[in-house]
Structures are given as structure tokens and as C-alpha cells.
């Protein structure tokens, strides 16, 4: 294993639904400033448990989490950690492209808005800009801040709910299957985004695609029936897997 | 059973062409059955709005006769040559014009033949030429000709709606007073004018004095109680239940209570606001408070209802983008979700306040079925409404009434029409496509 500080951890993470159990005693420590990929078949629980990172499961009524997820030696799956707080310091992107139908300008701001992180007009002109720069959107959108963000093409919105997470200055980004909508050009761009994204934050991407997950990841975990299988490099995850299970999957021949 | 595997190509398709040819004729059948009930309810809703036009368009006219008057100037002014108050409560207006009526028929003698000829004028006939004098404070020309307001069996007799083929007994105008009427008809003496009153007066007693603004004044205050109360409680109520709402027993409960609230009579909510309103908090009887007050508790689950839906059809997405970039559920239900569910809200909102609008029974039962003369002027004092002065009129005796009862049905289903196509419109305009 590495000895880089681990930011984020999990320790024996289990989700429910109603009295379903979706994820089983899930635990792992998250390396920092790198990508990590969860992979594994439908229903696997690797969406349910990158939720968990940002306390995303407390909007479905039915989800109930047990176990500790560290944020700095925090654990932030308690009551007392207001889950607002926790998702301004760890951003999401979502599998679908899901933008405010209002102005491009007015989805970057929204963020700042609510958090208070801008005081003047010209800080949040500056937040707007330095985030639409860092998703590489910029040069695309600059002349037409003003224009319904919903009019941009599917992977330039992506990039849109990209820039929209980061405008809140998180430290650590989850993407849960941000390329699944979108065609292989579009999704180089947002491979070489993340690329360069991972310099400034931890990214956690959930993603079906194997290659995908080789490109991008320096660390990748296999989920198989809710149960983390094999957690490790992601070179050493692709040629030379620990399980089985990792084996066939990652070769085809299940999933 | 036919092996159809055993057919060769052309018996193949024979035998589709055979089946082909029933399942045709069914969809025929049925797209008749759809247009002889489309034809039914067209029928049955030209045959509604024929009636009630037919029967009211004549309510927009009203009788008058010509009377040469030649009033007292110097009884009813003061110093100023201003209409004196006082003195005009003491002047004799009727006396006037009934002495102007029977000079035009000089040979009319006779306590009981005279009597029956001042019947031809409205009973308030003077005491609205009072009004109109007193309103503009003086008088510029005091002799000369003046159209009186008839009353409204005249009316009735000239619109042709009193038969003169019937016997004397049952009409309410005799022979003589038929003859008079004529009498003035060849002298060019009465005429239809507009009906003026219709829109400018709140009820009375005589069909030719009674208006429509007391009730649309009525209804259109209570309304507003209507929506003030239940549009916010309604729609905080809808956002609750929708996002915040624990699952459970309670919730259910309250879900089936508010489903089923939407079907409860109407006249049990007027009972409700009977005990609750004017018994126990002791509000004011007759009054669009409280008459809105119950429309409100009527029109909540409806407006409970459409909110609730309009939220579900925004996409989940935009609540987890709001929630994921840290906006609390408040934020993210009054930021996000509310302004895109809000076309659906109005819609809703106004679908519902038709239905308070056209509402009668929980009305009647806090009394704002009362005989009330004057326009109302404020959400306390005492009014009626639309739909309820219609069952009143309807309930009177004179024909002049029937008349005005259907015209004010006309007025109460374009207020709907309005209503609803204006929905239609906010719906078509503001709807989003995902």
C-alpha cells in the first residue's frame, strides 16, 4: 500500500434499504489528490456507497447508513454533522446532466450565493469564471453567461455541473457515472478534466466502463452483491487481480 | 386451431386479411360509440346554454315611460340653488309622477281605476329619480320629459314574455292596464332601454331595481380570502407532505384525509363554518370573511392536490443538484422546485377558485343568502354571492326575476370560462418541457 495521508475513509459501511442490506461492512481508506474508481456490476452498491461520502442517502427516506466515514479524522455519519456543511466541502456530479434551467451564469453563482462565499458582484464574476476556466468551459460559454444553461449540448453541461461543484470550493469531488450519457468525444473531454481536476481535489468515480476506470484511475475498488471485493492499484486491479470474481468481471466474463 | 405453420404464403395472408378486416370494423365501432358520446354531452351543453341565453337576454333591457314632469324647483333647494337633502327626503316624489301619469290619461277616474294606473310604474321609480337628482345636486332642467322605469309586469307584458291570450284572472295585468300600456305605445311614450341597473345595483325587492354587483362584489371578495388563506397554506402544506414528511402511519393518514377531504359535500364545510366560525369564534353572519374563509377550507385539498403533483413532475435531479452543492431542503424546495412547479400551482389554484366561484350551499349556511340592498364595502359587512343570488332569484315569484336569474347564470359561466381558459393559457405558456 501507499503511504500517502488518506483524507477519507470508510470503516464497515453498511447501507440498508428498508431492511434490504445494500452495502455489507464496507471499509477502505481514499488516497488524496488521486482518482478513485468504483467499479462493479449493476446494483453492486458503488452508487450507494459514493452517496455516502456526502450524506446523499439522508434524501431517501427508506436508506439508513451504519458505520463511520472519516472526513479528516472526522466521522461525519452522526447527527451532529450538518449535511449542508459536509456538501459544501465535498461536491457531486451526477450521471445525468442535471443543470438549474436558468442562466449559465446563475448555475456557477448559485453555489457562492447560498454559502455567502462571494460579497461583492465582482467576486462572484470571478468565482463564475475561475470555475467555468477550471472545467474547461470557458472559452466555450464566455460570450453567453446570460443564456439558458439547458441549451448546452450534453457533455458541455456535464462540464456546466462540473464547474457548479467546484464553484463551492469542495475538497473532494464524487462523480457517479458522469460519461454514462454522453458520446466518446464528449467524454474524453471530461477524461481529460478529471485528469486535470485530481491535482486539486480527491475524485471518487463511479463508472461501468473498465477502460474508463483504466484511463483515469490510479486506484480502483470492485464491488460485487454489496460487498467490496478488492480494493488496490488500479494497474495492478487490471493485470494481475487478487479474486476471481475481479478477474472475470474485469475480462468480460460477468457483468 | 389452424397450423399455421403448414400454410403456404398466399393462405397465410388470406387468413390475416380475414382477421384484418374484423379488427378494422371494431376500431370503427368503437371511434363511433366516442363521437355519439362527444355528440351527446355537445347537445346536452348547447341545449344548456340555448335555454339559459334565451331566457336572459331580454334581462339586459328594461322599460320606461315618458312622463312630462314639471318639478318643484323652489321645495327642494337650498340658498345655493343646491339639492337640500332634507328637503327632498320630505318632498313627495311618487306623488309626482303618479300625478304626471294620470295626466296623460285624463279620463282615468276613480280611486281603484287610478291606483291601477300607478301600478304601471315601478314602485321605486320615484325614489330612483330622487337618488339621481340628489347624486348630481341640482337640477338644470325641471320641466320637460322623463323616462321612469316601468314596473315589471309592463316590462314583461313588452317583452312579450306576459301572454295577453290568457284570461284576465291569471294575468297580472288587466285589460284596462293592457290598454293603457298600448295607449302609451301609440303615443311613443315607453320604450326598452339597456338595463343599466342589472350591472350597477346590488338586489331588491323589485325585479327592475335588482342588480348583480352586490353578489359579483360579494364573490369577488370572498375569493380573495379564498386564496390568501389557501393558496400558501396549500402549497407549504404540499411541500411538507412531499419532502419533509416522515413516512409512517401519521403521514398516510393525513395523505388519505386530504384525498378524501376533496370529495366531502360541500354544504359540510358551510356547516363546519356555521359551527366553528360564526358559533364559536362568533364572526360576522352574512360576511365574504368568513364566506371565503369556508371556500378556503373547501378548496385547500384541491390546491393540496394539484401542488403536490406539480412537484412530483419536476425531476429529481434538480432537488439533488440543489442539495448536492449544499442547499438546505428549504433552499432547494423554494429556490428550485417551487418556481418550476409553480405553473402547475396556479393552474391548480384557479381550477379550484372556479370551483369556490360557482360554490353555493357552504354559503347558505353562514347566511350569505341574505336579502342584501347595498354593494358591499368591505370583507365584514354583509354581502351574497353569485351563484347564491341566482337560487335566490330563482326562488321569486316574478317572472322579471326568472329572467335576471338566467342572465346572471350568463355572467357566473363567463366569470368560469375566463377562469378556466385562463389556466389553459398559463398551462400551455409556462409548461417545460424536460
Keep these: 500500500m501507499t503511504n500517502l495521508s488518506s483524507k477519507l475513509s470508510a470503516k464497515d459501511v453498511s447501507v440498508f434499504y428498508n431492511e434490504k442490506k445494500a452495502l455489507k461492512s464496507v471499509s477502505l481508506d481514499l488516497l488524496e489528490n488521486a482518482v478513485t474508481a468504483f467499479i462493479g456490476p449493476s446494483g453492486c452498491g458503488k452508487s450507494t456507497f459514493l452517496r455516502c461520502f456526502n450524506r446523499m442517502n439522508d434524501v431517501i427516506p427508506s436508506a439508513r447508513v451504519e458505520g463511520e466515514i472519516l472526513l479528516n479524522g472526522v466521522n461525519i455519519n452522526t447527527p451532529d454533522v450538518d449535511p449542508v456543511l459536509l456538501r459544501a466541502q465535498v461536491g457531486m456530479v451526477f450521471q445525468k446532466a442535471n443543470p438549474f434551467p436558468k442562466s449559465i451564469y446563475d448555475n456557477i453563482a448559485y453555489g457562492p450565493r447560498i454559502h455567502g462565499l462571494a460579497s461583492h458582484k465582482d467576486d462572484l464574476d470571478h468565482i463564475v469564471e475561475d470555475s467555468l476556466k477550471k472545467a474547461g468551459l470557458w472559452a466555450e460559454v464566455s ?109 468480460g466474463k460477468i457483468g | 386451431m389452424t397450423d399455421f405453420a403448414s400454410l403456404s404464403i398466399e393462405e397465410r395472408t388470406a387468413h390475416l386479411k380475414a382477421t384484418l378486416i374484423k379488427r378494422h370494423a371494431k376500431e370503427r365501432r368503437l371511434k363511433i360509440y366516442g363521437l355519439i358520446a362527444i355528440g351527446f354531452a355537445l347537445a346536452f351543453l348547447v341545449t344548456l346554454l340555448t335555454t339559459v341565453v334565451s331566457n336572459g337576454y331580454t334581462a339586459l333591457q328594461q322599460t320606461e315611460i315618458r312622463l312630462k314632469l314639471d318639478i318643484p324647483v323652489a321645495e327642494l333647494v337650498d340658498d345655493a340653488g343646491m339639492i337640500d337633502a332634507k328637503k327632498s327626503a320630505n318632498f313627495n316624489w311618487d306623488g309626482m309622477l303618479k300625478k304626471a301619469l294620470r ?81 302609451l305605445i301609440a303615443a311613443d311614450a315607453i320604450q326598452k332601454v339597456f338595463n343599466k341597473s342589472f350591472f350597477t345595483k346590488a338586489d331588491s325587492r323589485e325585479p327592475e331595481s335588482a342588480g348583480i354587483l352586490g353578489a359579483v362584489v360579494g364573490s369577488a371578495l370572498a375569493l380573495i380570502v379564498t386564496v390568501v388563506l389557501a393558496l400558501p397554506m396549500a402549497v407549504m402544506a404540499a411541500i411538507y407532505l412531499e419532502y419533509f414528511a416522515k413516512p409512517g402511519r401519521l403521514t398516510d393518514l393525513i395523505e388519505v384525509n386530504i384525498n378524501n377531504l376533496a370529495a366531502v359535500p360541500s354544504i359540510v364545510f358551510g356547516l363546519l363554518g356555521l359551527s366553528v366560525f360564526l358559533g364559536f369564534f362568533g364572526m360576522p353572519r352574512s360576511a365574504p370573511l368568513v364566506g371565503g374563509m369556508v371556500l378556503a377550507l373547501m378548496t385547500l385539498p384541491t390546491i393540496i392536490i394539484a401542488t403536490r403533483a406539480s412537484i412530483r413532475a419536476v425531476p429529481s435531479s434538480i432537488r439533488d443538484a440543489a442539495l448536492g452543492i449544499g442547499a438546505s431542503p428549504m433552499q432547494a424546495a423554494m429556490h428550485h422546485i417551487l418556481p418550476l412547479a409553480a405553473p402547475g400551482i396556479l393552474t391548480g389554484t384557479i381550477i379550484g377558485l372556479a370551483q369556490a366561484l360557482g360554490e353555493t350551499a357552504p354559503l347558505i349556511m353562514i347566511g350569505m343568502v341574505a336579502f342584501i340592498v347595498d354593494v358591499p364595502d368591505g370583507l365584514t359587512s354583509p354581502a351574497t354571492a353569485l351563484p347564491v343570488q341566482i337560487f335566490i332569484w330563482s326562488d321569486s315569484a316574478e317572472r322579471a326575476f326568472y329572467e335576471r336569474s338566467s342572465l346572471a347564470i350568463v355572467v357566473l359561466l363567463m366569470f368560469l370560462i375566463t377562469m378556466n381558459l385562463t389556466a389553459v393559457y398559463l398551462r400551455r405558456k409556462l409548461e417545460r418541457k424536460w
Excluded at chain 1, 218 to 236: I, M, P, R, S, W
Excluded at chain 2, 107 to 114: A, T
Excluded at chain 2, 133 to 149: C, H, L, M, Q
Aim: with cysteine; glycine share 6%.
Design chain 1, 143 to 251: 460570450d453567453r453567461l446570460m443564456d439558458q444553461a439547458t441549451g448546452l449540448s450534453g457533455g458541455q453541461q456535464q462540464r456546466l455541473c462540473i464547474a457548479r461543484a467546484i464553484a463551492v470550493n469542495p475538497s473532494i469531488l464524487l462523480m457517479d457515472e458522469p460519461c454514462s450519457a454522453l458520446d466518446p468525444i464528449a467524454t474524453a473531454v471530461i477524461e481529460e478534466l478529471i485528469e486535470n481536476l485530481k491535482q486539486r481535489y480527491t475524485i471518487i468515480i463511479v463508472t461501468h466502463s473498465m477502460q474508463q476506470a483504466a484511463r483515469i484511475s490510479q486506484k480502483a475498488a470492485y464491488f460485487h452483491l454489496g460487498n467490496l471485493v478488492e480494493y488496490g492499484d488500479t494497474k495492478q486491479i487490471f493485470t494481475n487481480p487478487t479474486h476471481e470474481q475481479t478477474e472475470a468481471y474485469i475480462s
Design chain 2, 103 to 183: 295626466q296623460e290619461f285624463p279620463d282615468v277616474k276613480g280611486m281603484m281605476d287610478r291606483r291601477k294606473l300607478s301600478e304601471l310604474l315601478s314602485a321605486n321609480a320615484g325614489f330612483e329619480l330622487r337618488q339621481e337628482i340628489e347624486a348630481k345636486g341640482r337640477i338644470d332642467t325641471p320641466s320637460g320629459y322623463f323616462w321612469v322605469k316601468s314596473s315589471d309586469d309592463v316590462d314583461m307584458l313588452m317583452k312579450g314574455r306576459m301572454s295577453r291570450e290568457i284570461p284576465e284572472d291569471q294575468r297580472r295585468l288587466s285589460d284596462v292596464q293592457i290598454g293603457w300600456v298600448d295607449q
